[in-house]
């Protein structure tokens, strides 16, 4: 089955810098790629996905990049506010009814 | 829109007891999947439900179970519940079927469950 390896575990930056989260997955048949953020005491949020057939995708401050090839997949997010702080999660699918996620990076933005 | 509702917010069962955990999707969505999410974990998947079949189902054993009902509202089970039970178990909707491509899942807040 897919396995996803995510890193770091923690991530502290200084407000206004960026932070990089990176995520790789074991399957090769996996083409799609959701980013999830999850703040205390709530369910994970989408913020941005990607599918195999893009390279590239931004939105706003959030960008995600996918290289197929190494099987791997990042998050980029730039300017980064206090309220950034949370846990993020990256995940994949082949495109079945399972998300595999990977264990989660603590993002703490210090203003 | 109201998005994906759970209940209860929080629960406080004893060993060897059953529960029941209930989820609303996101009106027009058809599928619902379950997952567990044990602390400084990621969410596990458990069950996947569309047009009221299941559609997969995880590494749990059958003391878990699930069903979704015709309006898409779901119920997750389970049963003699043990202590490493004790979890947020989130329900996830999504829009579209599953297929190649992927699809997105819009979470729920979850449900607390405690164990004791």
């Known amino acids: 089955g897919e396995n996803v390896e995510q890193h770091p575990s923690t991530l502290s930056v200084q407000e206004g810098d960026s932070a990089v989260i990176k995520c790789t997955y074991s399957d090769s048949a996996s083409n799609y790629f959701p980013w999830y953020k999850q703040e205390l005491g709530k369910g994970p949020q989408l913020i941005i996905d990607i599918r195999s057939n893009v390279g590239e995708k931004k939105d706003q401050r959030i960008a995600v990049t996918l290289n197929k090839t190494a099987k791997h997949f990042s998050l980029h997010i730039t300017e980064t506010q206090p309220e950034d702080s949370a846990v993020y999660f990256c995940?994949?699918?082949?495109?079945?009814?399972?998300?595999?996620f990977g264990t989660g990076t603590r993002l703490t933005i210090i203003p | 829109d109201a998005g994906v509702t759970q209940s209860p917010t929080h629960l406080i069962k004893t060993r060897g007891q059953h529960v029941t955990l209930r989820c609303s999707p996101i009106s027009g969505h058809k599928s619902v999947s379950w997952y567990q999410q044990v602390l400084g974990q990621g969410p596990q998947f458990i069950f996947q439900y569309y047009e009221k079949e299941e559609r997969g189902r995880g590494n749990f054993p059958d003391r878990f179970s699930a069903r979704q009902f015709p309006n898409y509202s779901s119920e997750l089970n389970v049963n003699a519940l043990l202590l490493g039970d004790s979890a947020l178990y989130l329900c996830?909707?999504?829009?579209?079927?599953?297929?190649?491509?992927?699809?997105?899942?819009?979470f729920g807040p979850g449900t607390r469950l405690t164990v004791t």
């Open positions: 996830a909707s999504s829009p579209t079927l599953p297929g190649p491509g992927g699809y997105e899942q819009y």
């Open positions: 995940a994949a699918t082949s495109g079945n009814e399972k998300l595999t």
